[in-house]
C-alpha cells in the first residue's frame, strides 16, 4: 500500500517515523516550503523535510495546495491511502485523490477540541483528560468518522509542551496501528457523537496570551501551563513584557490589588490574582534570556 504523508513539525515526525520503521511504503511526503527564519534570514527546512531527506523520501513543498502542477506530481505517485499529521487544510480535490481516502491524526478526543491548537486549549480549561484520534478527512474540519482514538491523563502541573511530547508519541503509535488496520481492510469507521457541550480549540493569538490578574488563581495558572513553551502568557513589569513559562499557586488571600506583586528581591516574585496569588518560577524578561526567578531576581532591582 503506497502512502504519502503531510506534516510539518516535530509533531509529524515522530509519526513518519513510525511508519517507515513498520515498514509501510511511504512513497512521498508533502511539507511546508522552507522559509527563513533567525538574524541572517537563512531559509529553513521543515523537520519532516529533514527526515525525508535523510531517509531518501521524495519531498513536495507546494506554496499552494490546488496548484496544477503539484496535484499533477502528487498523482505521479499513485497513492492508496494519504496521512496528514499537523499539516494544513487540504482542498478535497487533494484529499478525495486516494482510492482508500485520506487519514488524519488529531491531537484530542473527537469530537472534543476540533481545531487548530486542541493541546493548548486541553490544558488551558483544565482538563484532566485527552488522547488522540485518527480519522478520515471530510469536508468539515475535524468531523469525520473515527477510526481509533487513545487517552492519556493529564497531571496537574503538566504543560501544554508535556502534553505534546506525550501525544507525539501516542499518536504515532494509534496512526501506525491506524495504517494497518486500513491496509488489511479490518476496520470499522464511528460517526462523531453530537453534543451541545464541546470545547473548540481555535487558533491562539497574541491576545488570548496576555495574563488577566484579575481571574481567579486557578484560571490564570492553567493559561499559564497552557501555553508553555509557545506561545508563552505574558505579562508586563516596569513597561517590560515578562513572559512565564512555569508558576505555582499560592492560596493565600492576597491584600494588595490584582495585578500587583509582592518580592523578597531574592527568591520570589509573586502576583495578586482574584483569589490568591501566582508564584513566577520559569520567566523571559524582555530583551534577556529564559531563566529562573531567582537568577532573575538577582539581577533585577523591584
Not at 487517552?151 to 509542551?161: F, L, M, Y
Amino acid at each position: 500500500m503506497k502512502i504519502v504523508f503531510m506534516g510539518t513539525p516535530d509533531f509529524a515526525v515522530a509519526s513518519l517515523d513510525a511508519l517507515v520503521k513498520a515498514n509501510f511504503e511511504v512513497v512521498a511526503v508533502v511539507t511546508a516550503p522552507d522559509k527563513p527564519a533567525g538574524r541572517g534570514q537563512k531559509l529553513q527546512e521543515s523537520a519532516v523535510k529533514k527526515y525525508a531527506v535523510e531517509h531518501n523520501i521524495p519531498v513536495l513543498q507546494p506554496e499552494k495546495l490546488k496548484n496544477p502542477a503539484f496535484l499533477a506530481e502528487l498523482k505521479t505517485y499513485q497513492a492508496d491511502l494519504q496521512v496528514v499529521v499537523a499539516f494544513r487544510m487540504l482542498p478535497e480535490v487533494v484529499w478525495a485523490m486516494p482510492e482508500k481516502g485520506t487519514i488524519n491524526l488529531h491531537g484530542s478526543l473527537l469530537p472534543q477540541y476540533r481545531g487548530a491548537a486542541p493541546i493548548n486549549h486541553a490544558i488551558i480549561n483544565g482538563e484532566k483528560e485527552s488522547g488522540a484520534t485518527t480519522f478520515f478527512l471530510t469536508h468539515t474540519i475535524d468531523t469525520g468518522d473515527i477510526i481509533l482514538s487513545d487517552s492519556v491523563a493529564i497531571d496537574d502541573d503538566e504543560s501544554a509542551g508535556d502534553l505534546h511530547d506525550k501525544l507525539m508519541d501516542v499518536g504515532a503509535k494509534l496512526l501506525v496501528k491506524t495504517v494497518a488496520k486500513i491496509a488489511s481492510g479490518d476496520y470499522k469507521e464511528q460517526p462523531q457523537t453530537k453534543s451541545d457541550h464541546l470545547q473548540h480549540a481555535p487558533k491562539i493569538f497574541k491576545e488570548d496570551c496576555k495574563i488577566n490578574w484579575n481571574h481567579p488563581v486557578k484560571k490564570v495558572y492553567n493559561q499559564i501551563r497552557g501555553l508553555s513553551p509557545y506561545p508563552t502568557a505574558f505579562t508586563f513589569l516596569n513597561d517590560k513584557t515578562l513572559k512565564v513559562f512555569k508558576s505555582e499557586i499560592e492560596n493565600t488571600k492576597p491584600e494588595i490589588k490584582t495585578g500587583e506583586f509582592l518580592t523578597d528581591g531574592k527568591t520570589f516574585l509573586k502576583f495578586a490574582t482574584a483569589d490568591g496569588f501566582i508564584k513566577l518560577l520559569d520567566i523571559q524578561f524582555e530583551g534577556k534570556k529564559r531563566m529562573l526567578i531567582e537568577d532573575f531576581l538577582r539581577g533585577m532591582r523591584l
